[in-house]
């Protein structure tokens, strides 16, 4: 299950599970470019990131 995603409801989940270290982005149902510059800002943990 996948939700369209935009930058500033990425940004509510970033506050929401600060320290996700995996996330699977579908590059045919997001525009991804400003969400993946800043990535390390909304998760820092972050460790894997799959597009």
Request: hydrophobic share 60%; with cysteine; glycine share 4%.
């Given at each position: 299950?996948?939700?369209k995603?935009?930058?500033?409801s990425v940004?509510?989940?970033g506050e929401q599970v600060p320290d996700?270290?995996?996330?699977h982005l579908d590059?045919?149902?997001h525009d991804i470019s400003d969400i993946?510059?800043?990535m390390p800002q909304?998760?820092?943990?972050?460790?894997?990131l799959k597009a």
């Open positions: 299950m996948g939700v995603a935009e930058l500033a940004r509510i989940m996700l270290l995996h996330l590059l045919c149902c993946i510059t800043e909304i998760f820092p943990k972050l460790q894997i």
